[in-house]
């Protein structure tokens, strides 16, 4: 019998009732927002988003979250994958990843896709994502008020 995946101590869950301060600090731990920067952005992410997976410590603390954007029935994208840094390397990330996969599949959600960055490889396909070969991804980096060409 295979050992539980799951890091110990650790609890899984898929909700977007999370603290802010502390979702705050990831995405600040991340670089995804500079430490001074209040991310008034960020309630209407989580709110915005279809469904988030989190990682809470026995204490309830959060240690780490994913989201999913979709329009509920065929497709999805995870993003902002994150985990404290001094829990990473524990197969947090992978169990994230894996249990929103298993939450929008529940939707029967066939199309679930993400972007990595360079070296996020082995996350992802420990999760059971496979790379996309004949795919090319795109950003459009529109400012407001830009017309695309």
């Not at 989201?67 to 994150?82: E, F, T």
């Not at 992802?124 to 459009?140: D, I, K, L, N, V």
Request: aromatic share 8%; net charge negative.
């Amino acid at each position: 019998m295979d050992p539980d995946p799951r890091p110990p101590q650790v609890t899984f869950a898929v909700t977007k009732d999370l603290p802010r301060a502390e979702v705050l600090a990831l995405y600040r731990a991340a670089g995804w927002f500079a430490q001074d920067d209040p991310a008034p952005q960020l309630d209407a992410m989580i709110a915005n988003s279809f469904a988030v997976s989190a990682a809470f410590d026995p204490a309830g603390r959060l240690l780490g979250m994913a989201r999913a954007l979709s329009d509920g029935v065929s497709d999805a994208y995870i993003l902002d994958v994150v985990v404290r840094p001094d829990h990473r390397r524990q197969g947090i990330g992978r169990r994230l990843v894996s249990a929103l996969a298993e939450h929008l599949a529940t939707f029967g959600i066939d199309w679930i896709v993400c972007i990595g960055v360079p070296g996020t490889e082995s996350l992802y396909q420990s999760a059971g994502g496979e790379p996309m070969t004949g795919h090319t991804p795109f950003r459009f980096a529109l400012k407001p008020g830009e017309v695309a060409p």
